[in-house]
């Protein structure tokens, strides 16, 4: 997947706008038959998924940490899991250890048709009813004219509806270029970045990783302890206390905060940048940051420094722009508990 293919701006507008298609096979696929095994993995309740449903979780180390955060998808007794293409070889021993051969690493084409003409676009191309397919749904369906089966759900990863389709190889080919020829615009990771980021969604290894725990990274709301009696970190969760906490920022200058910038408060550096941007919707620099939890409240004053000067920033809420359509996991109800985060 190359950084862009005509421009990060023209790519992220064409998203925000229109539409646009990302080839994101490099995505980690697993197909897994024991769900049994599967529940004690994630923190969420997969029994309150119906047959056709999907759930944004997090796979938990026995610290509590994040090992990834995934999204799981019922068919019936059987489930499909996508993860990072970057946590590929410890997630794959990680699910053999646990559920043993019962996993398989599909070789599928994953594409992404995401924006607002994502369903009219996608319509003229496959036999069902799309308008039926809610959000966080995934079902198969036929492509025209050849009666190809594919795979699609209405998710995403950039705030705006859309769709993610799975199909073989070469068939997920032709489709990349019937959207093309339907005037799709291919986008790249510059503006999956500053698309997902401007929704408020979570990169792996950046924003989270396995010396954070969810109600850290703000992801309590994953974590069912009332519902789910038994999963890997559970006990840890219990027993957590809150050392830091991950904010929204917004820079009241055009400075950018960038990954791995110090965050400062009274003199004193406190905190990190996880991401950041210049958001081209907002036309303002953005980012994440984990701070103490006493500095995490909306309107908080603090400091980044950038190039070794300190430049103002504020807390607000790590959801940037409205949810424009399915790409952000509806609300989840939150276990009582001392750490839980109810912001999504």
């Not at 697993?30 to 999907?54: F, S, Y």
């Not at 068919?75 to 990072?84: A, K, P, R």
């Not at 069912?224 to 906490?245: C, I, N, Y």
Request: hydrophobic share 40%; aromatic share 6%; net charge neutral.
């Amino acid at each position: 997947m190359p950084l862009h293919y005509t421009g990060i701006l023209e790519e992220h507008r064409s998203v925000r706008s229109r539409a646009g298609v990302f080839d994101v096979s490099h995505m980690a696929k697993w197909l897994i038959r024991d769900g049994a095994g599967l529940q004690k993995l994630v923190p969420t309740d997969l029994g309150a998924l119906a047959n056709g449903q999907a759930v944004y979780t997090l796979l938990l180390n026995p610290q509590g940490g994040i090992k990834d955060d995934v999204i799981i998808y019922r068919h019936q007794d059987i489930f499909t899991l996508i993860s990072n293409c970057a946590t590929y070889s410890k997630v794959k021993l990680w699910l053999e250890e646990h559920l043993g051969i019962g996993v398989i690493s599909l070789n599928r084409v994953l594409l992404a048709l995401q924006g607002q003409d994502a369903e009219q676009v996608l319509q003229s191309l496959v036999t069902d009813d799309l308008s039926k397919l809610a959000p966080f749904h995934h079902t198969h369906t036929y492509l025209e004219g050849n009666g190809a089966e594919i795979w699609l759900a209405r998710t995403g990863y950039t705030g705006e509806d859309g769709f993610e389709i799975m199909a073989d190889p070469d068939i997920g080919r032709q489709l990349w270029q019937k959207l093309l020829d339907r005037q799709v615009v291919p986008c790249g990771l510059g503006c999956r970045d500053t698309l997902r980021l401007e929704a408020g969604l979570h990169l792996y290894g950046q924003d989270m990783d396995e010396t954070t725990n969810p109600y850290e990274a703000g992801l309590g709301w994953t974590v069912h302890l009332d519902r789910v009696p038994d999963f890997v970190g559970r006990a840890a969760l219990l027993e957590s206390k809150m050392q830091k906490k991950l904010v929204g920022i917004k820079m009241l200058d055009r400075q950018i905060p960038r990954h791995g910038y110090p965050v400062a408060h009274g003199g004193e550096i406190v905190g990190t940048v996880t991401s950041g941007t210049l958001s081209p919707t907002l036309n303002l620099p953005i980012g994440f940051a984990y701070v103490p939890p006493e500095l995490a409240k909306i309107g908080q004053a603090l400091e980044v420094i950038i190039r070794g000067k300190p430049q103002s920033a504020v807390v607000c809420k790590r959801q940037f722009l409205k949810n424009q359509g399915s790409a952000l996991p509806p609300p989840t109800p939150v276990v009582k508990h001392k750490n839980s985060d109810k912001t999504p």
